[in-house]
Each structure stands twice: as C-alpha cells, then as structure tokens.
C-alpha cells in the first residue's frame, strides 16, 4: 500500500458525460500528479500540482480538468466524455514534486 | 522532448536466470526513475538514480545509470516469480518538468 487513495476504483458512464476522479495524496506529499493510462497510449503525463499551484502540464486535453485543494487533495474532472476516454487513470505523490512519485491503484473508467 | 525507449518490449525468461532491461534517451536525463506494474494494478517505485554512473541494488535488482547519463539498465539477478510484471523507466522530459514514461517492458518468469 502506497498510502495514497482514489476514488471510486471502478466508473461506468456514458459518452457526453462528466464524472471527477478523486486522489489524496500520502501523508506529508505536497505534489500531485495525474496519469492516464490506455493499452494504445502507454502510460501518459497529464498534470502536476504543487502545494496547491499548477507545476507542469503534459497531454491534458481541453475537456480536462484538475486542482489541488488546501488540504491537499486533488480531483481530474473529465467533460464530454468520448469512448477514446476509457482508461485507467492514475494519481501520484511525492514530497516535493522533484522526487520519487508514489502511485495510487487508478481508477478505471469505463465509457460506453 | 525527450522520448525514452525501453528494450526489449517483453522478454521470457526461465527461473532462476538473469535478465536485463534498458532505458535510453534521446536527451540527457537529469533523473531516472524506475518502478514495476502488475497489469491493472498502481506502479510500486523501485529506484531512482540521478548520478552519471551511478548503480543501486534492492533485493535482486541493479539499475544503473550511464556516464553519459542517456541510458539506464536494470538488471534481475536470478529471477523468481515475483519478478514477473510490467517494468517502466521514467524521466523528467522537459525544462517546464512534464514528466515521461517509457512503453514499458512485460517480464514473464517461467518455472
């Protein structure tokens, strides 16, 4: 267990619609990071936060959306759903945002 | 941007024997990150080197880091069963900090 959580683990949805990922980070991590994972695309950068503040950008499409709360909390709210949406989508820690990076389990959605 | 590229895509090895994998970049890395997936499952951290030159060992696996600092290896020393899963590199791809994994590399470890 890497100490960081997401919810829900599992989303069914359909095309047009939006749901928000959730992601607390371990205990003492300042820096959030999401990952879209799909078997065509490997394993994808989408966005850092840093104690609140947006650090680095990667392939994050328009329809995408992110923050990180006071408490450290992060959400990856996705819009207008498409079929090419469903992946399994990863957040990650680390201390500085400089350093290792500890993954949470994903969550997997699914969009029909 | 940097592009990293793992080889080989997916290898078998039988128990017991050695394996190695690696990591090049089309550009200097700054820091190289190695973890391990189980298919489905979140990505565990195995080790990160940052040093030209520099090697860590954890258990059975030794990564290590050219002089150059554009390759990475990472190498199982008698695998057994829980070696099997899917290896990715890591980096830092730019100077604005967007992070790059590499494709990735299925270990399937036989009896």
């Known amino acids: 267990d890497s100490g960081v959580t997401q919810t829900p683990k599992h989303l069914i949805t359909a095309t047009g619609q939006r749901v928000t990922l959730r992601c607390s980070p371990r205990?003492?991590?300042?820096?959030v990071y999401w990952y879209q994972q799909s078997l065509d695309q490997g394993l994808q950068f989408l966005i850092q936060?840093?104690?609140?503040?947006?650090?680095a950008k990667g392939n994050i499409l328009e329809r995408f959306s992110a923050q990180q709360f006071p408490d450290l909390h992060s959400e990856l709210n996705l819009s207008s759903l498409e079929l090419g949406d469903s992946a399994l989508y990863f957040c990650?820690?680390?201390?500085?945002?400089?350093?290792?990076?500890?993954f949470g389990p994903g969550t997997r959605l699914t969009v029909l | 941007s940097q592009e990293l590229e793992q080889s080989p895509q997916s290898l078998i090895v039988q128990e017991g024997k050695n394996l190695t994998i690696n990591c090049t970049s089309s550009?200097?890395?700054?820091?190289l990150y190695w973890y391990k997936q189980k298919y489905g499952e979140g990505l565990i951290f195995l080790m990160m080197?940052?040093?030209?030159?520099e090697e860590k060992s954890h258990e059975k696996i030794t990564a290590k880091l050219d002089e150059k600092k554009q390759q990475s290896s990472l190498h199982i020393t008698a695998s057994q069963p829980s070696h099997a899963g899917i290896y990715l590199c890591?980096?830092?791809?730019?100077?604005?900090?967007?992070?790059?994994f590499g494709a990735g590399t299925q270990v399937v470890v036989t009896p």
């Open positions: 936060y840093y104690n609140g503040e947006e650090r």
């Open positions: 890591g980096a830092v791809s730019d100077s604005w900090g967007k992070f790059q």
């Open positions: 990650a820690s680390s201390v500085s945002g400089e350093d290792e990076q500890f």
């Open positions: 550009k200097t890395l700054y820091g």
């Open positions: 080197l940052q040093k030209g030159g």
């Open positions: 205990s003492g991590d300042l820096s």
